[in-house]
Structures are given as C-alpha cells and as structure tokens.
C-alpha cells in the first residue's frame, strides 16, 4: 500500500471527467491536415464514379445511350437502371417506408435525379464520360405546389397503386404520402368553438439544406476473393448502413464492412442511404476494383437532404387573461419525389407533436398530410430531432400572434402558460411525457440578463422615434422559449427499419491501466472521442487522457444507430456510463479481495476503492486492471471488460431561452444583430467549452436559414439554390458574437442526467431571430412573414406596410 | 484530351516537376498527386475556402486554379505550416480556444489565418473578421475561430518582441 501523496481535489483534476473543459484530443491531427475524411481514402486501383441527371423535374425517360461515353478513354461502364434491374437494385427502399429509384426507372421526379452512373478511371474521365450520355426526355406537367398536387390528376408516382395504403395507412390522392395524427380533434374543436380569443394563422418554415462543408460520398470495395464488402463513406449510421446494405445486396452481414471516416460535419445530411451509394458498391462488384463517388456542392443541395417544406396552419385559444386553452396545427408537408426522411417508423413526421412546445395546453389537435412533389426527396432532420425545429418554430410563432392578438406582452404571456415545475413529469396533450424541467428560472434569468423592461423601454422609444422621422432604423426583440424532443430512443416506440434505436458502448481496460471503448455512434465534430473518455473518467477512475474512444468501425464497434437527433449522448453516452459501471462493478470484487475484506466494505472514490472508514487503505483502479489480469482470484473471470446496449426509458427534454436583439433598416431591408443571449438547459453538463462549441455553431445556422438561406424552385421545377452563391451561409463578417449561459435541470432518467444540446441552438435560435424580425415591425400591424427574412423580404415587408410612403 | 504541359513547383519547400494536362486543377494536383490532403473540396466554384493555399506570398483557392496558371509557383499548404513537434501558433490556438470542430475547414481556415496575420500582425476583431470572410464553416459560428486567431496574433507579437 502506497501513501496517498495526492489531494482529493489534484485526483479529480487529473482524471479530466465530466464538467471540466477538457481540450478536444481530435484536434491535433485536423489543425495538421492529418484528417482522413471519405475523399482522402486512396486504394489501389481505384476508379471513380459520377452521375448523368436529369435537368427536367418531370419526365419520361424515352431512351438512354450509352454507347458514346463507352467510347469516352478512360470509361469503363455506365450502369442505367436496366443493369440494377436483374439484381434488384434499381429501386431502394427509403428510411420512411417509402422507396426511390436508385437509376431512373422510365421516369424521372426531380431535377438533379440519378438517371446513369458513369465510371471512369478518374473523376476527369468521369466527367467526360457523364457529358457523353445520350438521354432522350419527353417532359410532363411539373408540379411544385403540395396544394396543387392534392388536386391535380398529374399523377407523380406511377409505381404506386392508388387505391393501395401507403406505409402510414390510407392515402386520399395519387400524390398524397400519409395523414398522421395526434391529440384529440374534436375536443380540441370544440375548445376552439367556445373560446374567448383565437389567433389563427399559416406558418411557412421553407425548404432549406444541411449543407455540411464536406458533401456526401463513399468508396465502395469487393474483395472478391474473401467476399467481402468494405464501404467507407460519410455516414451519420454506420450500422444502420451495412444492414441496409446487406438487406438489398443479399450479402451476409458479416461479409460487410462499413466504415466512417472523420466526417466533415453532418447536420442531418448524411443519415440516409443515396443512390451513389448503391451504385459504387455495383460497380465494384462488376469491374471488381474500389470505386469512389464523391458529390460536388451541386449534387449535394439539388439531390441530397433537403429538410422543412413545412406549411402549418395553426389555431390557438385563450381566456381574455392570456391563459392558452387549446392548440390547433395542420401541416402540409413536401416530400418531393419520394419520401426519404429518416425518421422513426411509427412518426412519419417525426416529433412533430412536441409542438404544444415549454406550455402546459390542456387540449390540442396536430394532423400532417405528407404529400409529393417534382422536388428533391427528403426531408431530414437539419440539426434537429425529426421535425423538432418546426414545431418549435410553429409554437413560438404562435404565441407572438397570439400576444398580438391579445395586445400582451410576449414575455409575459409565456411565463404565465409554461409548464411549471411542480408538473413534471408533465404529460403533453399532443401525447410525450416531459421528463424535467424549470422553465420559470431560465426565462426570469434570461429577461435579467439582457435588462428586459429596459430593451422594451427603449424600442417604444425607437418607434416614436421612426415615427417623427428621426430614425430610419427599427429594433426588434425575438424571444424564444423552446422545449426539444431528443435521444431517440425507447426501442418500444422507436426504430428505423425496424432496428430499435438503443445504442452501446464496449469498454476494455488494458492490464497497464489504460483503456479503449467503442461506440456505436459517429462523431461529425461532436468531439465524442474527448466528451465520452470524460465520461468514462469519471465512472471509471482512470484519466481521460489515458482513454481511447472509437467510432465508426462496424467491424470493431458494438452495433448502434449512430448519431443524429442529439442521440448520442442520451442514448451512447448512457450506455457509456452504464459499461462503466459494470466495470466498477468487477473492480469492486477485485479491489475487495485485494484488500482482504468484503466487497461491502470497500467503497469508490474518485480513482479507487477505498476500505469504508479506511481511505489510508485503497487500491487504485491502475492497480485493480493489472491485478485483473494477473491474480487468480477464486470466483472471478480474468480480464476487465464490459458491454452496455442502453435502451432509454423516455427521451430527454432539453430547453432554453433566447433572446436577439435585432436592428432593422427600413429602407435596405438589412439587418444587425446587436445582441444574442442563449440560454440553455442540457441536463448535466459534460464538457462545457464543447458546449459552448455547439451553441455558437447551430445559432449561426439558424441565423442562415432565417435571415437567408433556402433550397428555392421555380414552377419548371428547376433548383434555383444550387451552388454557395445562392445558397447562403453565413460568413465571418455577418455572424455576430453570442452570449451563452446555462441553467441545469438533470434528467431524471439518464445515468449522469445528460440531456444533449446540439441541436437546441438551431431548434431555438430560428424563432428567435425570425420573432426579432416580426417585432420589429409589430407596432406597424405585422402579424406574420414568411423566412427567409432575406434583405428583400424585408424590403418588401415594410414597403407592404407602408413604411416607404 | 490535350497536349500535356510540363509543370514545375515548389510545394513546402521542395520541387515537384511532372506533366498534367491543361485542365488539372492545383487542388488535384496537391491532393491526388502529391498527396496533401490537408486542403479540402467543399465547393469548387471559390465561396467556401476549404482548399485555401498560399500561392507566392498570396491566399488562394486551390479549386479554381489551374495549376499550369501555378507554373513556377511557390506553394505553401497546413502541411507546411508546422511539425507535430514545433507547431505554428495558430495550429496551438485553434486547439487551446475550440476554433474547430469537425475539421473539415480547418486546413484552409489556418492557412489563410497565417496570411492575414503575416498582412496584418495586430488585427482588430472586426479586421479578423472582415479578412476570413473568404472561408466558411459550418460548425463552429466563427467566435472561437475569431479568438484563436486574435490570441495567436498576440502569442506571435509577444513572441517576437522577445526575440527582439
């Protein structure tokens, strides 16, 4: 036994645990240009692969020649649906029960559709070769509108009966996808019938894109010899991919192997499964060498991930005193092509019914009718649990029109309708059980933070101010109180393709007292191999520092359904400590007998079991893993390993406050963020410099898509967002600095109390500065703009209000 | 497909000579050829950054170059910008303050750092700003890249007042 020269306060310092800002162990190698994404993998021999698409939204295929790019030097196949077709891969099934053409199959139903895949022996030949095919088009009616396709008799998909139920039940029309409900209709009607105040209003949250900087892409290699597949690619659901991939291949499962690389950011982009996907592993499979597709930024905002395309029409009701009665939704939503979200089977529309939102609604009513369209198929979660920022956007709309409506405060008439925290567990009309929360503190600390009253005080002066002609500026205050829905998820109502969404961690301590585990997520930037060693430090006594963490490998990792959703630290970080926790469990016995007592009488402190009453006799854990491996000890396996497959018991419900101080001028439609306050509320906070991280990353992408960004078409269907000249991503120069702060409200139900975050930013940062917008003009009569709130849209809203006479 | 062109550069300090042909982007050309795949594709068409270099003492997007139109040139990529052992100050800063997350634009975002800083040792903020609006990320909002840049530049002034 060794003298315990350390305090106990340097013995938590040294292990790097949870809540200290442990600087990320990724970072070495992405600030030495030692990543290794998908498009960095070299393999001998390798060929490339491109697509020929289609540039009509609407088409028939009359016929396809080839025989020109065959000619093309370097070409050496082009693969049209009628080579998938013998093998049954011209179509795959899609994550939403729907399934797409991975090759046009006769026609084509959008612009950008895979129509041929070229592959060439490098991306120049490729190129040449995709210019060389000859494809004859007869166009058709296009239809962009989900209203108009509702009523038209262009029928879109003609691969589908129309008489037969779609995935999620009945369909009314051709190009009608589902109609998925929640709540209580007619009550919620008749609440609506008899209340004092209604605000009614149609909320747009437009199509927009995760645009992560790295596209899309994969190399694809057969060994034929050993039959065995390897497939690196950006995969947000390694696991979920190789089964995927098995299940349309028919190759075994075990003869797969799927890899994630570093990936260059995901945000929802990368969870599904992609023609180029399918094709590059064919065409391995028939020239018998590794092929490579990567998208261009094109292919990726015209073909891949689009996310919202939401139309909402909303009803909400109150006593004359602000106190909501009922909630009303209906939402149309746009597919595209083909319904290609990833979200959880039994929710087509994911969480939508998290829209009643951080208020206790007695009643309400939601039904989505999802329906298709000549646009690009989708929609996923852009950096949000299935759907969550649309009804947070929903929600948060909804009470600034009804505080207009009511001639209230906004501020005021949330505080008096939030859940109050004596109501948790609160069950939510629309059906969830919230977990935790203390929405009174945060928002109260939030209107402090940034001297409310005063900022109120200052803005009516403002107004009075535009008024006598003194100032040509405006000054909106966007407040947001949003409730997320995440870490999908209990495997009784959650699955994709029927593999329930729990997730897992597989721990082996080394014999020297180091330690490597593996998840079955995937880091996009996260920085899971820093957070989940802070994890495992704190559950297992051993540094941080001195802990592996591995993703990404189907081969090596226990199997899981990776990240999206802010799953990964509901779902895999449980799993973390919960394997860690069965390692202390043996390191108890262990340190027991080490010590000669029983197992009861030794305790865990910080990095060691200690004798109860005792703490002069200890073993450190260091010592407990050699011991592991090399004392017979009657009664106990040798070796120090431990698997957790963690199956949440409920979602986790983070929430924050947010508040944005917005400049307008009048006259040029731009705007100045003067002020961003975000506070969040994550649970236990693992590391908060990563936290910190994420908050500033997912405003910025919400100030994108509400100030500006969007996948925009024309009524020929034609893509008008397809390179970064249209599509807009903040620079630099327009991301303002932002304010964080937090609250902690631990969730009840997760091993450490983690909520996860990185997806609160976007879920509440998009009301808020769309609120700031609508504030400013609120006192001019504006009840409702649609985002993106671009320079000219709010040129045109002020013009529209007569603020230019 | 054309006449190929002889090519000469210096890359990181040391020459490459080798034919391309005319419409070989520098990008392919450091990536595929010469294997440095520090610098990124995130666009192609100049918006993004993430394949940034420096090309005779200037920032350039690899992307849209040609690297005949590079013929002769002296280019530095993140690979020549420090060593495991003795890294530049950005490489140190943009670890120590979180200017990074998942990496993709770091490469680019670094090297152009290092130019605006070699223009401009003592930048404002605003300047910082103004002088990477150039290269994009997607993850990190720019605030912690903002301050690794800005607690470089004093780490590299401090540094050189020492020296002097």
Redesign the interface.
């Known amino acids: 036994m060794k003298d315990d020269v350390t305090s106990r306060e340097d013995r938590v310092a040294n292990l790097k645990g949870m809540g200290c800002e442990r600087?990320?162990v990724?970072?070495?190698?992405?600030?030495?240009?030692?990543?290794n994404?998908v498009?960095?993998i070299?393999l001998d021999g390798m060929l490339a692969g491109d697509f020929v698409r289609s540039p009509y939204a609407h088409a028939r295929v009359v016929s396809i020649d080839t025989e020109a790019a065959l000619q093309v030097?370097g070409v050496l196949a082009v693969l049209t649906a009628k080579d998938l077709e013998p093998l049954g891969l011209h179509w795959m099934p899609t994550l939403a029960g729907d399934k797409q053409m991975v090759l046009a199959d006769g026609k084509v139903l959008f612009q950008g559709q895979e129509v041929a895949f070229v592959v060439a022996e490098?991306?120049?030949a490729a190129a040449d070769g995709v210019e060389a095919v000859e494809v004859e088009y007869e166009e058709l009616p296009v239809i962009v509108d989900p209203f108009e396709a509702l009523k038209t008799d262009v029928v879109l998909r003609e691969d589908l009966d129309p008489n037969a139920d779609g995935a999620h039940g009945p369909r009314k029309h051709p190009n009608h996808i589902f109609t998925w409900e929640a709540g209580e209709k007619e009550a919620t009607e008749q609440v609506l019938d008899a209340a004092e105040v209604v605000a009614e209003e149609n909320i747009y949250y437009h199509r927009t894109h995760p645009?992560?900087?790295?596209?899309c892409g994969c190399v694809a290699s057969m060994d034929k010899v050993n039959g065995k597949l390897t497939l690196y690619g950006t995969f947000q659901a390694p696991h979920a991919i190789r089964t995927v991939v098995s299940l349309i291949s028919g190759i075994e499962e075990h003869n797969i192997r799927v890899v994630s690389p570093?990936?260059?950011?995901g945000?929802g982009n990368k969870v599904g499964a992609y023609p180029g996907y399918v094709c590059s592993v064919v065409a391995s499979i028939v020239t018998g060498k590794p092929v490579k597709w990567?998208e261009?930024?094109m292919d990726n905002l015209m073909t891949t991930a689009f996310a919202r395309d939401y139309h909402m029409h909303g009803k909400i009701s109150a006593t004359k005193e602000g106190k909501i009665t009922g909630l009303w939704c209906h939402t149309t939503a746009d597919h595209g092509g083909f319904d290609a979200c990833a979200d959880p089977t039994k929710f087509p529309a994911g969480f939508m019914n998290i829209c009643t939102g951080s208020y206790d609604i007695p009643t309400a009513y939601l039904a989505v009718d999802g329906v298709y369209t000549n646009k690009a198929p989708g929609g996923v979660a852009y950096r949000c649990s299935f759907r969550v920022t649309e009804a947070a956007y929903f929600i948060e709309r909804m009470i600034e029109v009804l505080a207009i409506e009511l001639g209230m405060d906004a501020a005021e008439l949330r505080r008096i309708n939030f859940i109050k925290k004596e109501q948790f567990p609160y069950h939510s009309a629309l059906g969830w059980e919230y977990d935790s929360g203390d929405y009174h503190t945060a928002w109260d600390k939030a209107l402090k933070a940034v001297d409310y009253d005063g900022l109120r005080k200052e803005q009516a002066e403002r107004v009075e101010a535009f008024k006598r002609g003194e100032t040509r500026k405006l000054m909106g205050i966007g407040l947001t109180h949003f409730t997320e829905i995440v870490g999908a998820g209990p495997v009784k109502n959650c699955d994709i393709l029927g593999l329930g969404m729990f997730d897992s961690c597989e721990i082996r301590i080394h014999p020297t007292g180091s330690a490597i585990a593996r998840l079955g997520t995937i880091s996009?930037?996260?920085?899971h191999a820093t957070t989940f060693a802070q994890i495992l430090a704190t559950e297992i006594g051993l540094p941080a520092d001195s802990i592996t963490i591995e993703e990404g490998d189907t081969d090596t990792a226990p199997y899981g359904l990776g990240t999206y959703g802010s799953r990964s630290t509901p779902v895999a970080g449980a799993a973390t400590a919960m394997a860690g926790r069965k390692i202390r469990a043996k390191a108890q016995m262990i340190a027991a007998y080490l010590l000669e007592v029983h197992d009861d009488d030794v305790e865990f402190d910080v990095d060691r079991f200690v004798i109860k009453g005792a703490p002069e006799r200890f073993k450190t854990m260091k010592e407990i893993a050699f011991a592991a491996y090399n004392q017979a000890i009657p009664g106990i396996e040798p070796g120090l390993e431990a698997v957790s497959y963690y199956d949440p018991p409920n979602m986790t419900y983070p929430f924050g406050a947010y508040i944005c101080v917005m400049e307008i001028d009048v006259d040029t439609g731009e705007h100045e963020i003067r002020q961003f306050y975000a506070l969040d509320d994550c649970g236990t906070r693992i590391n908060p410099?990563?936290i910190?991280?994420?908050v500033?990353?997912?405003?910025?992408?919400a100030l994108a898509i509400a100030m500006g960004q969007e996948i925009a078409y024309d009524e020929m269907g034609n893509c008008k967002t397809g390179?970064?000249?249209d599509f807009f991503?903040p620079?630099?120069?327009e991301?303002p600095?932002?304010t964080t702060d937090h609250t902690v409200t631990p969730s009840p139900h997760h091993p450490i109390g983690a909520k996860g975050v990185g997806e609160s930013p976007n879920v509440g940062g998009v009301p808020a500065f769309s609120n700031a917008v609508h504030d400013a003009f609120r006192p001019f009569g504006l009840r409702q703009s649609h985002m993106p709130h671009d320079h000219w849209r709010i040129w045109k809203t002020a013009n529209d209000l007569g603020l230019h006479d | 497909?054309s006449k190929k062109m002889h090519i000469k550069l210096n890359v990181n300090g040391k020459d490459e000579e080798f034919l391309a042909?005319p419409?070989?982007l520098l990008i392919?050309t450091l990536?595929?050829r010469l294997?440095?795949?520090?610098?990124?594709?995130?666009?192609?068409?100049s918006?993004?950054g993430?394949c940034t270099v420096t090309l005779n003492g200037k920032s350039v997007k690899s992307c849209t170059m040609f690297v005949a139109q590079a013929d002769g040139a002296e280019v530095t990529?993140?690979?020549g910008?420090?060593s495991?052992d003795a890294?530049h100050p950005l490489?140190e800063a943009?670890?120590?303050h979180?200017g990074?997350?998942?990496?993709?634009?770091?490469?680019g975002m670094?090297t152009r750092a290092a130019k605006l800083l070699e223009e401009n040792p003592n930048p404002t903020e605003e300047e910082?700003?103004?002088g990477?609006?150039?290269?994009?990320?997607?993850?990190?909002?720019?605030?912690?890249?903002?301050k690794s840049i800005l607690a470089a530049a004093a780490e590299m002034n401090g540094a050189k007042e020492a020296a002097e």
């Open positions: 600087k990320r990724e970072d070495a190698r992405f600030t030495q240009g030692k990543g994404y498009d960095d070299k030097p490098d991306r120049f645009c992560p900087l790295e596209t570093d990936i260059g950011g945000f990567i261009d930024r996009q930037g996260q920085g410099m990563i910190e991280g994420q500033h990353g997912g405003l910025t992408e390179t970064l000249m991503l620079t630099a120069w991301t600095n932002y | 497909m042909e419409r070989e392919y990536r595929e294997n440095l795949t520090g610098p990124h594709i995130g666009c192609e068409t918006h993004c993430a990529t993140i690979e910008m420090g495991p890294l490489q943009f670890r120590e979180h990074l997350q998942c990496g993709y634009c770091t490469p670094i910082v700003r103004f990477m609006a150039g290269n994009l990320c997607r993850c990190t909002g720019y605030q912690n890249i903002v």
